[in-house]
């Protein structure tokens, strides 16, 4: 018969962020989550005709290089997840002037180097403003795309020619300077969900004349999680403190018409059915 523990952990549906930090892939930080929930609960993994122990789910992949906010959805909340998929998230990037990399970002392999001391802040400023609004970008090659259900990162690891994403329609809110001091810069983005800053800052480069890649990556915020105010740090991936955060941050989710009732333990919140 299953303890207080895990019907509290079985009855939980509903979103809450953690905190990602550099090195664990999106999936592997879902994994770390689920094996502690499940041995505080006193449960084990089973997975029989697709039905599993304990649904729970990520809402975007994080870069195993990138550190931020990462959504979760646990029981029936992992049926909310496409809305942070396609809702708004907030970076800040520090990218490196001069150097490119077969990744866009500093995990990869040096590729091409190239002067950059032509470049001025009162430049980067006025490059920014062509990548604000509806523009087209191309995906990076090394990505959470898929190519036949394998990831194009995963084939070119194997050595698998492959051909680049066509570019395709991505929002950016808004684009601005935080700090500048060459060969390194600093940006706060706002763009809209299949937006890749690795793709950006590549392209920024290209339009300075030089070339640029990603040295440091954050999520600040998705949807309405921010990293100071709602993302869960390990020491919080407790039954109680989920259940608590669930509970808490239900309100800060919209309820569209149509929304579903998802309870939460002691808790009546409405939480919306997704799109």
């Not at 001091?181 to 800052?201: A, D, I, K």
């Given at each position: 018969?299953?303890g207080d523990g895990a019907n509290k952990l079985l009855a939980l549906s509903g979103l809450?962020?953690?905190?990602?930090?550099?090195?664990?892939?999106?999936?592997?930080?879902?994994?770390?989550?689920?094996?502690?929930?499940?041995?505080?609960?006193?449960?084990?993994?089973?997975?029989?005709?697709?039905?599993?122990?304990?649904?729970?789910?990520?809402?975007?992949?994080?870069?195993?290089?990138?550190?931020?906010?990462?959504?979760?959805?646990?029981?029936?909340?992992?049926?909310?997840?496409?809305?942070?998929?396609?809702?708004?998230?907030?970076?800040?990037?520090?990218?490196?002037?001069?150097?490119?990399?077969?990744?866009?970002?500093?995990?990869?392999?040096?590729?091409?180097?190239?002067?950059?001391?032509?470049?001025?802040?009162?430049?980067?400023?006025?490059?920014?403003?062509?990548?604000?609004?509806?523009?087209?970008?191309?995906?990076?090659?090394?990505?959470?795309?898929k190519r036949d259900g394998e990831r194009l990162s995963s084939l070119l690891r194997k050595?698998?020619?492959?051909?680049?994403?066509?570019?395709?329609?991505?929002?950016?809110?808004?684009?601005?300077?935080?700090?500048?001091?060459?060969?390194?810069?600093?940006?706060?983005?706002?763009?809209?969900?299949?937006?890749?800053?690795r793709s950006l800052v590549s392209d920024v480069g290209k339009a300075l004349k030089t070339?640029?890649?990603?040295?440091?990556?954050?999520?600040?915020?998705?949807?309405?999680?921010?990293?100071?105010?709602?993302?869960?740090?390990?020491?919080?991936?407790?039954?109680?403190?989920?259940?608590?955060?669930?509970?808490?941050?239900?309100?800060?989710?919209?309820?569209?018409?149509?929304?579903?009732?998802?309870?939460?333990?002691?808790?009546?919140?409405?939480?919306?059915?997704?799109?």
């Amino acid at each position: 018969m299953a303890g207080d523990g895990a019907n509290k952990l079985l009855a939980l549906s509903g979103l809450f962020p953690v905190y990602k930090p550099k090195g664990p892939t999106s999936a592997q930080v879902v994994a770390q989550l689920k094996g502690k929930l499940l041995k505080e609960a006193g449960l084990k993994e089973y997975v029989k005709k697709r039905k599993q122990t304990l649904k729970i789910g990520h809402g975007g992949t994080l870069d195993s290089s990138a550190s931020g906010v990462l959504v979760i959805g646990i029981g029936d909340g992992t049926k909310m997840l496409g809305t942070m998929l396609t809702g708004s998230k907030k970076y800040s990037t520090e990218g490196e002037l001069g150097k490119a990399t077969d990744t866009l970002d500093a995990s990869g392999t040096v590729t091409e180097e190239k002067p950059y001391d032509h470049v001025t802040k009162e430049d980067l400023d006025n490059v920014l403003k062509s990548f604000v609004g509806d523009i087209m970008q191309v995906p990076p090659l090394f990505s959470a795309l898929k190519r036949d259900g394998e990831r194009l990162s995963s084939l070119l690891r194997k050595g698998v020619t492959v051909e680049a994403k066509p570019a395709r329609p991505v929002t950016v809110y808004s684009l601005s300077v935080r700090d500048f001091q060459p060969p390194l810069f600093t940006l706060n983005v706002e763009c809209s969900g299949g937006f890749y800053v690795r793709s950006l800052v590549s392209d920024v480069g290209k339009a300075l004349k030089t070339c640029a890649s990603v040295k440091d990556l954050v999520r600040t915020k998705q949807g309405p999680f921010t990293i100071e105010d709602h993302a869960l740090k390990e020491e919080d991936w407790t039954i109680g403190r989920i259940s608590d955060a669930v509970r808490e941050f239900a309100p800060l989710l919209p309820t569209p018409p149509g929304n579903k009732k998802l309870k939460t333990d002691n808790s009546d919140k409405i939480i919306p059915s997704p799109e």
